[in-house]
T-cell receptor, first 114, second 109 residues
């Protein structure tokens, strides 16, 4: 167990809908990362937050947004869902800052858009 | 910009054969390099990092700054090594973990 918790584990929804994925980082970790892993694709970095503020942005669509709350948990919002958004969404956390170490990953949320 | 490349999407070897998974990076600063492994669509797990210079499950990786490479090696592959392997670069002050596209290693019996 990495200490990073993602909910829900599975999500099935229809096109055009909106979903929210939740991530609770390891205790003490300030950085949260979101990645998308589509079938036969590698990890695509979406966005990173550090202590509540956006720190880095990757290939995140405008239909997607994220935030990190004061208790450091993070949510990834996906709207106007399309079939191509079906993927495994991973959250990772790390200590962040100058003394950062490795990133710890959650089990992922498997999103299926039908 | 930081970038990690893994030229092989799929690598198949026979059990007992040597394995080398290639990783090259581009980063203007002093990098920290990692290898992560993902078994059967499970969560990614850290395999090893260059600063610790350790061997995990028989795997080793040496950072070559001249060639900007961090290749993962194992002298004798095992079937349980079959997995997806990701090379990752962490930038200064943990700005971001940049992952390569991954290499799927298949160890054949």
């Amino acid at each position: 167990d990495s200490g990073v918790t993602q909910t829900p584990k599975h999500l099935i929804t229809a096109t055009g809908q909106r979903v929210t994925l939740r991530c609770s980082p390891r205790s003490g970790d300030l950085s949260v990362y979101w990645y998308q892993q589509s079938l036969d694709q590698g990890l695509q970095f979406l966005i990173q937050y550090y202590n509540g503020e956006e720190r880095a942005k990757g290939n995140i669509l405008e239909r997607f947004s994220a935030q990190q709350f004061p208790d450091l948990h993070s949510e990834l919002n996906l709207s106007s869902l399309e079939l191509g958004d079906s993927a495994l969404y991973f959250c990772a956390s790390s200590v962040g800052g100058e003394w950062d170490t490795e990133a710890f990953f959650g089990q992922g949320t498997r999103l299926t858009v039908v | 910009a930081q970038r990690v490349t893994q030229p092989e999407k799929l690598l198949s070897v026979f059990k007992g054969a040597p394995v080398e998974l290639k990783c090259n990076y581009s980063y203007s600063g002093s990098p920290e390099l990692f290898w992560y492994v993902q078994y059967s669509r499970q969560r990614l797990q850290l395999l090893l990092r260059h600063i610790s210079r350790e061997s995990i499950k028989g795997f080793t990786a040496d950072l070559n700054k001249g060639e900007t490479s961090f290749h993962l090696k194992k002298p004798f592959a095992q079937e349980e090594d079959s997995a997806m392997y990701y090379c990752a670069l962490r930038t200064l002050y943990g700005q971001n973990f940049v992952f390569g596209p991954g290499t799927r290693l298949s160890v054949l019996p």
